[in-house]
């Protein structure tokens, strides 16, 4: 009996592993992504938790990715691809909003959606879209947001790829997954970082200039 127990408990745990295992896509491990910019979070306010995985693809590499079957890349190759796969906890999962900083999307940028691949099918969103600062003129991109209002995931369900594409590199933004009523988490994901601005760069040549004067006044 004991040996049974034994057994039946070893046989669970691997069941267990198995299922783990089988949640797992392949954003984490894509061997075409930045290695440093991919992985898994989890994202947790007691409420609600899910696994976010993701991936950040430099120009040209999204397309070429066997794991993913080579999808197609809006932006032609010639942006980074953010890529996200949510994993739903206890709780279901209704929206991920990926926090942007101004500027690091263009604000008439309409790349953003989902793929799906055999056998990686997931729960399509409903809406992706890109929100805009409510700062009139409302031209800069605050954060992208993935929404499932009639298909949500559901536990343990996991989503379809979300990606969305912008010409910068990463950085770390807080992000958040929301559920029923008022459940919100938060947690930081790569979002992209905009490079400096021309005012910034012309306030650095005026700075030389006149440094450069100053040696030759001494």
Not at 31 to 60: C, D, F, H, M, R
Request: proline share 9%; with cysteine; net charge neutral.
């Amino acid at each position: 009996m004991q040996w049974n127990l034994l057994g039946v408990g070893r046989v669970g745990f691997v069941l267990v592993l198995l299922g783990g295992s089988a949640l797992a896509g392949p954003l984490p491990t894509d061997p075409n992504a930045l290695n440093s910019w991919q992985g898994s979070k989890i994202i947790s306010s007691g409420k609600i938790t899910a696994t976010v995985e993701y991936a950040v693809y430099p120009p040209g590499q999204f397309s070429a990715s066997a794991a993913l079957n080579n999808p197609s890349d809006p932006s032609l190759g010639t942006d980074y691809v953010y890529a996200y796969e949510i994993v739903a906890g206890a709780q279901a999962v209704k929206d991920l909003t990926i926090g942007i900083a101004a500027g690091g999307v263009p604000a008439a940028s309409t790349n953003i959606g989902n793929y799906s691949f055999a056998p990686e099918f997931g729960v399509l969103p409903t809406s992706s879209v890109f929100i805009l600062q409510t700062i009139p003129p409302p031209t800069k991109v605050t954060s992208a947001k993935f929404t499932n209002t009639s298909a949500t995931l559901w536990q343990n369900a996991h989503s379809d790829i979300l990606y969305f594409t912008s010409p910068f590199s990463p950085q770390l933004f807080i992000s958040s997954i929301s559920g029923g009523g008022t459940a919100i988490a938060t947690n930081q994901l790569p979002s992209p970082i905009p490079e400096p601005s021309t005012a910034v760069l012309a306030v650095v040549g005026c700075v030389s200039l006149l440094f450069m004067r100053r040696l030759r006044k001494a």
